[in-house]
């Protein structure tokens, strides 16, 4: 046999072979993806919570939400961001039980025989369907902001300290629905030591606690020293400049908090949400609170 029969006849072959091993690919495809418990497990799931509790982080419940959290995502602390991803890592872990259940359920069913298959599982085929859809969904919003946040997590440079002494030091915190109000402003003096204007409001019991006009107090030089050393030690200066809680929270206090050095100042604040490590700034703020023990200016 000539060469050039050779190659035709291994062509024609090849030809021959192609549409098999298609078949074999997609029929490898096809394979069921959950076993026989996780299916049972997961379809138990939805007929109980429904397609609502299926994205409890409410960056991917949406498109407006997804895109807010990006547009945010500069502003975010390191260990926000870090914690939120883990979180998203494991809600993603019950959508693709979601989206593999679609696939084994409609693996074999016959064009125009879906709903029915399905209302042998679900009390509900179109709130099941509604899932299914959602599922597609928030999978893909989720693997967008997983991908942002790596590379933002990757491309974030460490903040230098702020050089120089401290100016001030400003904190509140406020809670609407329980009508209370808290307010901290350290001020440094001339000489070293600090001024502290404390005022605090609960507009539904009768206080003393400052009033809304607030008192004031001197805090020692030491003080004014200690509370630098601690925002240097602590790193509070890589703080984020915004916290905001990943679940959907109607009531819960907001906080702020604004930072001066000679050379250098940051600022941050929430909602529902603080830094992982918010001990150290509780720290801070307790050593200021503390000062003013005994040392009214009135």
């Known amino acids: 046999m000539s060469n050039t029969k050779k190659l035709l006849w291994a062509v024609l072959a090849l030809l021959l072979l192609l549409p098999f091993a298609g078949y074999a690919k997609k029929k490898k495809k096809e394979k069921a993806m959950l ?5 049972k497990k997961t379809i138990d799931w939805l007929n109980e919570n429904g397609w609502w509790r299926l994205s409890d982080i409410r960056w991917t419940q949406s498109d407006d939400r997804m895109e807010s959290y990006i547009y945010s995502l500069s502003d975010q602390g390191l260990d926000a961001i870090a914690a939120t991803r883990e979180m998203l890592v494991g809600q993603q872990k019950r959508v693709d039980d ?11 069913v016959p064009k125009g025989q879906e709903t029915s298959t399905l209302a042998q599982h679900f009390k509900d085929v179109e709130g099941a ?10 999978k893909s919003r989720s693997e967008r902001l997983i991908r942002l946040m790596d590379a933002e997590m990757a491309s974030r440079k460490p903040r230098k300290a702020p050089g120089g002494h401290l100016l001030s030091l400003e904190y509140s915190t406020h809670n609407g629905f329980a009508g209370s109000s808290d307010e901290m402003k350290l001020t440094r003096n001339p000489d070293g030591t600090g001024t502290l204007l404390i005022t605090q409001k609960r507009m539904r019991i009768d206080s003393d606690l400052g009033g809304e006009e607030g008192k004031s107090y001197i805090v020692p030089d030491s003080v004014m020293l200690s509370v630098e050393k601690m925002i240097r030690r602590n790193h509070t200066y890589e703080i984020g400049s915004h916290y905001d809680s990943d679940f959907e929270i109607m009531d819960a206090s907001s906080w702020s908090l604004s930072v001066e050095f000679e050379e250098g100042a940051f600022s941050s604040g929430g909602y529902a949400a603080w830094p992982d490590d918010k001990y150290k700034l509780s720290e801070i703020l307790s050593l200021i609170s503390k000062s003013a023990k005994g040392n009214s200016t009135e």
């Open 129 to 138: 369907n509604k899932t299914f859809e959602h599922a597609a969904a928030v």
């Open 98 to 108: 979601v989206l593999a259940l679609r696939h084994d359920l409609l693996l074999r």
């Open 35 to 39: 076993t026989t418990e996780q299916r």
